[in-house]
């Protein structure tokens, strides 16, 4: 099955760019999302990419990722202290499979300083 | 609806108790999908429903929970006999057919 993994914690300078890792196991064609929590809020939907593409881009956010690693990055352009959060990488049930749900990493919880 | 709506949005019972959650859809939303988030155990998928399909029901962690989903719509998860290790946020999401999910604000149950 799926084992999504993250790094805990990420501290990055206001304006300076966030890069949020995770690597995942399974190599089957599906999606990878991006999800943003705030403090008792539930989970935002911030990106997503299809398994067979290298990058994505979407106003400040790049999604990048290395099919060969199984690595998949988020980088958060100009970071701003609204941009504290936890952000979760998650990845979708095999295109091929019945099932949907989607495996989450454990979620790294990004500070912006001023 | 504008997005995925869940009520109560916290919820604190006694140790035995039965609690009902209730998540209701985006609109036009054929797929819903209930998780949990603990401490423990972070964000770990529950229960699966697609139209008028048998529910994908892999990940409920024991007979005391259960979910239905009414006329395609509104769901309710109960959980019977409540633990303390139930305590956790239940989060609800939909999506239309099996394409990208989005979440609602959740329910904090708080098990005493």
């Known amino acids: 099955g799926e084992d999504v993994e993250q790094s805990l914690f990420l501290s990055v300078r206001e304006g300076d760019s966030s890069v949020i890792n995770c690597t995942y196991t399974d190599s089957s064609s599906t999606y990878l999302y991006w999800y943003k929590q705030e403090p008792g809020a539930g989970l935002q939907l911030l990106t997503y990419i299809f398994s067979n593409m290298d990058m994505k881009q979407d106003q400040r ?24 959060a936890i952000y979760f990488c998650a990845e979708r049930d095999p295109l091929w499979s019945s099932a949907r749900q989607l495996t989450f990493g454990s979620g790294t919880q990004l500070t912006v300083l001023p | 609806g504008a997005g995925v709506s869940q009520s109560p949005s916290n919820k604190v019972t006694e140790k035995g108790k039965d609690v009902e959650l209730r998540c ?9 999908y209930w998780y949990r988030q603990s401490l423990g155990q972070g964000l770990e998928f529950l229960i699966y429903f697609q139209g008028n399909s048998a529910p994908d029901k892999s990940g409920l962690p024991s007979d005391r929970f259960s979910a239905e989903r ?4 509104v769901s309710t998860l109960t959980i019977q006999r409540t633990q303390q290790e139930d ?9 239309f057919k099996g394409e990208t999910q989005y979440f609602g604000p959740g329910t904090r149950l708080l098990v005493l």
């Open chain 1, 61 to 84: 956010l790049t999604v990048l990722l290395n099919k060969k690693d199984k690595h998949l990055s988020l980088r958060i352009a100009d970071t701003q202290t609204g941009d504290s």
């Open chain 2, 24 to 32: 209701d859809p985006i609109s036009g939303h054929t797929a819903l």
């Open chain 2, 70 to 73: 009414t006329g395609g719509s």
């Open chain 2, 87 to 95: 305590s956790a946020v239940y989060l609800c999401a939909s999506s």
